[in-house]
């Protein structure tokens, strides 16, 4: 095996769930574009009518694809789909291509998860908790397996606000396997009735399954050479291959987003809070290195009994570098008037406020009545209202989010470090991932014009942004003479009201 990370990717054959996920997309891109991997095994499912092919054919139009498919047009070629789904039996594997996987398959990667935190227990536990199961049992088959990573989260046991990279079992109402049998038992409806008692204080269902997730590897993963991975809150890109690449509305820049947009005005967060955030780019170099060291760990292993190496776990989370919330607030506001965007609908602001009660009621104000006019509007021109809609699902995330916004967690770090330590300098360059020397303030700028770029589908031309901030100018100018005008009809109204006293 070769000593460095370059070296040990080479010719090999990877396994890869998730692949169509934003941290599964880097990973590969980064396979291809700085290892000279032989082939990556994708497990895909078919999607909206569109079958496996068509959903990784218009990864040949996906900008994270760009920069390798200049210097690498073919690259693409090495990425062969696999059909799959992790709720079905067997992962929805053919008896075929679990052939295939089990006679070629080097480096298995499982990355496939559901991140909502109000999907219904019975489908996050079929998603997280059993196919990680399942994926164990098909890597138990393959003859050349070299290194298995299981993609968890920093949050698997945020019970706890101070986090080891070890396994917690005792925070777990009951153990995997009892879960996984009583799912066998019971409908869906029953199990389902029975989250209260199941989770008990982990805050939903998403991290209460990547717990059990992580029980199984514990007590199924026997003599297999498997790490745990668990980045925190991810990020879109700093480095490569784009900067400020993101293709979703995840954590915390969907809320930077909906701000930019003029949607989101009332938040409801814990300023003084801090937050691990990790660039996407960094989150899969860090998981890249891990299963370097995970193949080393095992080589060094006593080959008469290499149960005596258990499941290292790596977290990866902002370290000594968090961030309050405030700070990544403040970032986003200031960035948004330099860097606005030509879609909004008006001018970005946001409201922070802590009481429950005065939250919805100032969001009632400032987000439900303005939705049902622009939505009366859109009524009226012939199109389909949207806002309040969209409102429902913001609230919604808003106090899905309260438990991770209202508290900081810190993740111990040790093995993560001591991992990067053994990296050659020359590599730190290249699979880069030190969090300590993150600069905030440049990664905003950068996160902020991905933003506007990705997600708001903005052309990144002077014209246009000229064009934007000419609209945030009116938008601004519109927002004061509002403001003056209600203010006027408050005092209007008072001053009524006091005559009628005097």
């Not at 498919?69 to 690259?75: E, N």
């Not at 879960?179 to 009735?193: K, N």
């Not at 609908?345 to 009621?361: A, D, G």
């Not at 900081?408 to 300590?436: A, C, G, P, V, W």
Request: glycine fraction near 6%; proline fraction near 5%; charged fraction near 25%.
């Amino acid at each position: 095996m070769d000593c460095d990370i370059r070296g040990f990717y080479k010719d090999k054959v990877i396994f890869l769930t998730g692949a169509t996920g934003f941290l599964g997309k880097v990973i590969i891109e980064k396979l291809l574009r700085s290892t000279d991997v032989k082939e990556i095994y994708t497990m895909v499912r078919s999607k909206r009518g569109q079958n496996i092919q068509h959903r990784l054919k218009i990864w040949q139009a996906d900008p994270i694809f760009e920069v390798l498919l200049r210097s690498k047009p073919d690259a693409l070629q090495r990425v062969h789909p696999i059909a799959g789904d992790c709720r079905e039996p067997d992962l929805g594997i053919s008896e075929h291509d679990r052939k295939i996987l089990a006679s070629e398959v080097q480096v298995v990667i499982h990355g496939a998860a559901t991140v909502r935190f109000s999907e219904p227990l019975h489908v996050a536990l079929a998603i997280n908790t059993r196919a990680t199961r399942l994926m164990l049992q098909l890597a138990k088959d393959m003859k050349k397996l070299v290194a298995y990573l299981h993609v968890s989260t920093a949050y698997s046991n945020s019970v706890l606000f101070r986090i080891e990279e070890k396994f917690y079992p005792e925070l777990l109402t009951c153990g995997s396997e009892k879960v996984l049998a009583l799912s066998e038992l019971v409908s869906d409806q029953v199990l389902d009735g029975m989250e209260p008692a199941l989770r008990g204080d982990f805050p939903n269902t998403y991290t209460y399954t990547k717990a059990l997730a992580e029980d199984v590897i514990l007590k199924e993963a026997g003599s297999l050479p498997v790490s745990i991975f668990r980045p925190s809150f991810i990020l879109p890109t700093y480095k490569e291959p784009l900067v400020g690449w993101i293709d979703n509305l995840y954590g915390p820049i969907g809320m930077m987003f909906g701000i930019a947009f003029g949607v989101l005005r009332v938040t409801s967060i814990d300023r003084k809070v801090l937050s691990s955030l990790v660039p996407v780019d960094y989150a899969g170099n860090a998981g890249l290195a891990s299963i370097w060291q995970t193949a080393k760990d095992r080589k060094l292993a006593n080959p008469r009994n290499p149960d005596d190496v258990p499941p290292k776990i790596y977290a990866f989370g902002s370290g000594n570098n968090m961030l309050r919330n405030a700070h990544y607030i403040d970032y986003g506001m200031k960035l948004l008037d330099e860097i606005p965007m030509n879609k909004m609908i008006w001018c970005p602001m946001v409201f922070n406020v802590r009481s429950p009660t005065m939250y919805s009621l100032t969001a009632f104000f400032l987000h439900i009545l303005p939705g049902y006019v622009f939505d009366i509007g859109l009524r009226l021109s012939g199109k389909k209202p949207s806002l309040i809609k969209l409102y429902k699902t913001i609230h919604e995330n808003i106090s899905l989010m309260r438990y991770f916004t209202e508290n900081t967690f810190y993740f111990d770090m040790k093995s993560t470090n001591q991992l990067r330590n053994q990296i050659s300098m020359e590599e730190r360059t290249k699979f880069e991932f030190d969090m300590e020397s993150l600069n905030w303030n440049d990664y905003w700028k950068q996160a902020s014009r991905g933003m506007r770029m990705y997600l708001g589908k903005d052309p990144n031309t002077t014209e246009s942004l000229t064009q934007a901030k000419r609209l945030l100018w009116k938008f601004k100018l519109a927002n004061d003479i509002l403001i003056t005008v209600l203010a006027y009809i408050a005092g209007y109204l008072l001053w009524s009201l006091i005559k009628l006293f005097l």
